[in-house]
């Protein structure tokens, strides 16, 4: 099997169920952005990462795959083949969230991103994590789409960023709190 179809020559894109949308469709953006996502969660992973955070974060690359088969299905069509997310998935960023923060210091003021080059990248999934979310609720306003995305969505970000924070606690690294002039 070839890798290169040329039915999206013409910029469109097919969706899960056949129909076929414009490559710039907000749908395609967003989960063209939970794949951006996944990919530099990957490289996160790739540099070193603590074992006992390793899977977790396996575990998410998992969970942006089932969100995004979700997106890139044609709304309206029902999809029995497409994976569900498992029940408790945000409970579970809940948690790990919790346990991390229960050795981090108490935050004061903002923190720059940055530090260690893995809290660093924690910063930018964080970011990416936010854009997907944003796109994914102006997907919503137009289409109907799995509820639990945006609230999934919502959760990761803030779990990035108490990962980065944790990250650098373990590398030695202080975050760096962002005082106005």
Not at 105 to 117: D, E
Not at 145 to 154: D, G, K, M, Q, S
Request: glycine fraction near 10%; hydrophobic fraction near 40%; proline fraction near 6%.
């Amino acid at each position: 099997m070839k890798i290169y179809t040329k039915t999206g020559d013409a910029g469109t894109t097919a969706l899960f169920g056949g129909a076929r949308v414009p490559k710039h469709h907000i749908r395609i953006e967003s989960y063209g952005t939970l794949d951006e996502l996944n990919s530099t969660l990957g490289l996160l992973r790739s540099g070193g990462i603590p074992t006992d955070l390793d899977g977790f974060l396996m575990g998410l690359q998992q969970d942006l795959f089932v969100l995004g088969s979700h997106l890139a299905a044609e709304p309206g069509k029902v999809h029995g083949y497409l994976p569900e997310l498992e029940a408790g998935a945000v409970e579970r960023i809940e948690q790990a969230i919790d346990s991390m923060e229960a050795g981090l210091p108490p935050l004061k003021n903002f923190i720059l991103p940055g530090g260690h080059a893995l809290a660093a990248q924690a910063h930018i999934c964080r970011c990416i994590c936010r854009r997907a979310e944003r796109l994914v609720c102006h997907l919503a306003e137009q289409e109907t789409i799995p509820p639990e995305i945006v609230r999934y969505l919502n959760r990761l970000s803030d779990y990035f960023f108490v990962l980065a924070r944790t990250l650098n606690l373990r590398m030695g690294i202080a975050d760096v709190e962002w005082i106005p002039r």
